[in-house]
């Protein structure tokens, strides 16, 4: 990979990163992430992926401009899956893929809809991106991975952490953390899915 700069690499959509800190990223992947899952207010059993794309309609139907919400979880629990369900609910027609190599999309949709995994940047590259702009934006932002960039969020924002209990099934803890999101998760304590 060429030595670009970072916008530059971004643009291009080539893989921009070697693997990097594998030590230092899995401490910070178990502890912030799992800080969510441990004082999530409400766990949602998925038995299937339509049961995740009913909670992804129903929360991409509460979306307003500047949400925020942070999904967690290993590989293949279902984030992307989430997040293709999500916009599809927010009327975005284009095919939503996976922004592991891309880092950040932006979709039209109800809202615009920006969606970003955040895996393989370090907290100085996520820094410089400026990631504001799309936080306090006119749009949606989900963001895979995004406890690894935790102290770059706003205080107030949606955790999901997924965990998979087997091929179909997932537990997804939910844990609203400010206004409107801890309204959100009593309503969907309250009244289900
Ligand atoms: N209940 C479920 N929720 C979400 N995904 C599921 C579920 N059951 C099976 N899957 C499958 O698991 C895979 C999840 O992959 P993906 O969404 O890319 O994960 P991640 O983005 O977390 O790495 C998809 O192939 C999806 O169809
Ligand atoms: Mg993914």
């Known amino acids: 990979m060429p030595d670009l700069p970072l916008q530059l690499r971004l643009q291009t959509g080539a893989r921009p990163f070697r693997i990097?800190?594998?030590?230092?990223?899995c401490e910070?992947?178990?502890?912030?992430a799992l800080n969510a899952k441990k004082s999530a207010q409400l766990v949602y059993r998925a038995g299937s992926l339509k049961d995740t794309q009913l909670l992804a309609a129903r929360l991409a139907k509460l979306a307003v401009p500047g949400t925020l919400i942070v999904l967690?979880?290993?590989?293949?629990?279902?984030?992307?899956?989430f997040s293709q369900a999500f916009a599809k609910a927010l009327d975005v027609n284009d095919q939503v893929n996976s922004p592991t190599?891309?880092?950040?999309?932006?979709?039209?949709?109800?809202l615009p809809f920006y969606h970003m995994d955040v895996y393989r940047l370090?907290?100085?590259?996520?820094?410089?991106?400026?990631?504001?702009?799309?936080?306090?934006?006119?749009?949606?932002?989900?963001?895979?991975?995004?406890?690894?960039?935790?102290?770059?969020?706003p205080e107030s924002r949606l955790h999901l952490y997924m965990e998979t209990?087997?091929?179909?099934?997932?537990?997804?803890?939910?844990?609203?953390?400010?206004?409107?999101y801890k309204a959100w998760t009593a309503d969907l304590k309250e009244n289900g899915v």
């Not at 990097?20 to 990223?25: A, D, E, F, I, S």
């Not at 410089?128 to 960039?149: A, M, N, P, R």
């Open 20 to 25: 990097r800190r594998g030590l230092v990223r």
């Open 165 to 180: 209990v087997n091929l179909e099934e997932r537990q997804i803890y939910i844990h609203g953390q400010g206004e409107p």
């Open 101 to 110: 190599f891309t880092i950040i999309k932006e979709y039209a949709g109800r």
């Open 28 to 32: 910070q992947k178990g502890g912030n």
């Open 72 to 81: 967690d979880g290993d590989l293949g629990a279902g984030k992307t899956a």
């Open 122 to 153: 370090s907290l100085d590259e996520a820094d410089e991106l400026g990631l504001d702009e799309y936080f306090f934006g006119e749009g949606v932002t989900l963001v895979e991975w995004g406890s690894l960039i935790e102290e770059l969020l």
